[in-house]
């Protein structure tokens, strides 16, 4: 009887067994979004932003963020930049930032600076640390 029952061809039973992976990438940022194209529907975003010229002081305030540190504290410490108040750029809507910036920064779901949700990410200008604080 139990002779009868082992499958002559495994590939059949791997039939159809990746039909959740297709969902498996978005499936965390899918809950953080609430309500799901929330995020893509923004036309500017209030962020901030602490730009270091080498990558070991971009690490060094990472590490600070990273601790619990404020973000604007942080970037008043740290960036090298003409935003060095809390690294606030204000109010930016699409295309008036570096375009790698703006791909990254667009993606982020808005946060405080007590407690940051934060992206690096390399331009032209050096390493960014980006934060948003508001989209609409």
Not at 75 to 101: N, P, T
Not at 123 to 131: A, D, L, S
């Amino acid at each position: 009887m139990a002779g009868n029952k082992k499958p002559t061809n495994p590939a059949k039973t791997v039939k159809g067994g990746d039909k959740d992976k297709a969902k498996g990438k978005g499936g965390a940022s899918k809950e953080d979004k609430e309500g799901g194209g929330k995020l893509k529907a923004a036309t500017a975003i209030n962020t901030r932003h602490i730009l270091c010229e080498k990558h070991s002081k971009k690490e060094e305030a990472l590490t600070k963020l990273r601790d619990g540190a404020k973000f604007d504290e942080v970037a008043r410490e740290f960036s090298e930049d003409k935003a060095r108040q809390g690294g606030s750029l204000g109010w930016k809507v699409r295309g008036s930032l570096d375009a790698a910036y703006e791909k990254v920064a667009y993606d982020l779901e808005p946060s405080t600076t007590g407690s940051p949700k934060f992206v690096e990410v390399k331009t032209g200008h050096g390493y960014h640390i980006i934060m948003v604080e508001g989209r609409r």
